[in-house]
Each structure stands twice: as C-alpha cells, then as structure tokens.
C-alpha cells in the first residue's frame, strides 16, 4: 500500500511540474496566480500558531514555588563586570579626533 501511494504522489508531481494543458503546466498556472506564495503563508503561519501554542501551555501550580526555592539570588552591582571597550584608539588617532571635534564645534 505505501509504494502505491509512493507511485501516486512521484506521478501527482510529476503532472505538475511537466504535463502541458493548453501550452502551460499546472505549476506555471498556479505561479501565475500566486498559489505558492499564498501556501508559504498559510504554512508558515500554521507553524507559527502551533509554536504559539505550546509556549503558552499552562504550567503546574507546584513548579512556580519549587523553582523559586532553586533560583539564585540577584547578582549584586559589585559583581557584575562592565564590558571591555570594542575599539581602542592610538594616541594619534586620539589626537586627530580630539581635534576634530574642537574645530568642529567652534
């Protein structure tokens, strides 16, 4: 039964994609008219919903109170370290900028 139905479906696609009616494929007609952009959108919006779902699913009563019993404390300010600058400058580039921006400003 599945390699008649395999047989099926590689004959379905090939109809689709290379049978000429009337000097175009089904597959050309249905570009023509926006199907497969129209599909991409159903599709991707099934699959969003169903995502949404099951990020939304209600969770225990019990799992908030065990988790908080688990959870770390806050990081203090003296423990969070600040990020290295990305860029440093030499001395002369320094320079050059510093006085930029004070023939800049005048």
Same mark, same amino acid.
């Not at 440093?88 to 005048?106: C, E, K, M």
């Given at each position: 039964?599945? #390699?008649? /139905?395999?047989?099926?479906? %590689?004959?379905? =696609?090939?109809?689709?994609? &290379?049978?000429? &009616? +009337?000097? #175009?494929? /089904?597959?050309?007609?249905?570009? $023509?008219?926006?199907?497969?952009?129209? *599909? !991409?959108? %159903? @599709?991707?919006?099934? /699959?969003?919903? @169903?995502?949404?779902?099951?990020? #939304?699913?209600? @969770?225990? !009563?019990?799992?908030?109170?065990?988790?908080?019993?688990? $959870?770390?404390?806050?990081?203090?300010?003296?423990? %969070? &370290?600040?990020?290295?600058? #990305?860029? $440093?400058? !030499?001395? +002369? +580039?320094? *320079?050059?900028?510093?006085?930029? =921006?004070?023939?800049? !400003? $005048?």
């Amino acid at each position: 039964m599945r #390699k008649a /139905l395999l047989l099926l479906a %590689i004959g379905a =696609v090939f109809a689709v994609v &290379l049978v000429q &009616l +009337d000097g #175009k494929t /089904l597959w050309e007609r249905a570009q $023509r008219r926006g199907l497969p952009q129209a *599909a !991409s959108r %159903i @599709v991707r919006g099934a /699959l969003s919903w @169903v995502g949404g779902a099951q990020r #939304k699913r209600p @969770v225990a !009563s019990a799992a908030p109170a065990a988790a908080a019993g688990r $959870r770390a404390s806050e990081p203090s300010p003296e423990r %969070i &370290l600040k990020a290295p600058p #990305k860029e $440093r400058l !030499s001395p +002369d +580039d320094r *320079a050059s900028l510093d006085h930029l =921006v004070t023939t800049r !400003s $005048r």
